[in-house]
């Protein structure tokens, strides 16, 4: 190797070495910068494990943002599939239009969620790290992975479904025979009649679906008579 080519070896060497040193010091700098005052790489550890712990959360809250809107204009459509088209294509109706919210949900939601992660990153971990002490994130995370916690997600949803269902057989009646009385004040200060066993129902918007019977339209006046 001539001494010139040996000369520019070296120089290449000690230029990436100082561009590598760079980059990792910027690095740590930018680290630094989004970690709050007191945290630590063990803290941040935990920190980090305890926001995938909760990416489930996550995931569910973008998939409901996404799902509200389409469960709303199905809602609408409802009444509308029921009144204004025929009896026998309101099946195959009903299944477009369930295909094309399906569509949208899927179409939506990726990005949706995508964006849900990127905040949870620049926002909710570094809250994690600032409102926590490291043994209180110690503690939280060991209790989301442990064994009790996942049998907890399990058993969890049985035990509120038969607290529901029991809650709905005891107070049903009692609640029914307030709405009908809700029902029958409300009518009056409308002055329109009460439809009888409507509030026990499910209701729509409008009067119509609330139980309140519109007045029947009033007569029209006389024509005056020429003198």
């Known amino acids: 190797m001539t001494p010139d080519r040996f000369l520019a ?58 799902e509200g809107p389409a469960r709303q204009l199905l809602a609408s ?11 026998d294509k309101r099946e195959a109706v009903a299944k477009q239009l369930q295909d094309e919210a399906r569509k949208y949900v899927d179409d939506a939601t990726p990005a949706v969620r995508k964006r849900a992660q990127e905040l949870a990153q620049s926002q909710v971990l570094p809250a994690l790290e600032e409102k926590y002490t490291e043994d209180e994130l110690r503690q939280i995370v060991t209790f989301y992975e442990s064994a009790a916690y996942k049998k907890m997600q399990q058993v969890q949803p049985q035990v509120d479904q038969g607290l529901q269902q029991k809650l709905v057989a005891d107070m049903s009646p009692a609640v029914e025979g307030k709405a009908r009385a809700l029902q029958a004040t409300m009518a009056k200060l409308l002055g329109v009649p009460a439809q009888p066993g409507a509030a026990s ?27």
């Open 9 to 66: 070896r070296r120089v290449a060497v000690a230029l990436a070495l100082a561009l590598g040193l760079a980059a990792a010091q910027a690095q740590t700098a930018a680290s630094a910068a989004s970690a709050p005052a007191g945290s630590s790489p063990a803290k941040r550890e935990l920190a980090k494990r305890l926001l995938a712990l909760q990416q489930p959360g996550f995931d569910a809250l973008s998939r409901s943002l996404v």
């Open 77 to 87: 459509a409802e009444p509308v599939l029921r009144n204004q088209v025929a009896a």
């Open 201 to 227: 129902g499910a209701g729509g918007n409008g009067a119509a679906g609330s139980g309140l019977k519109p007045p029947p339209p009033r007569p029209a006046a006389p024509a005056a008579s020429k003198p």
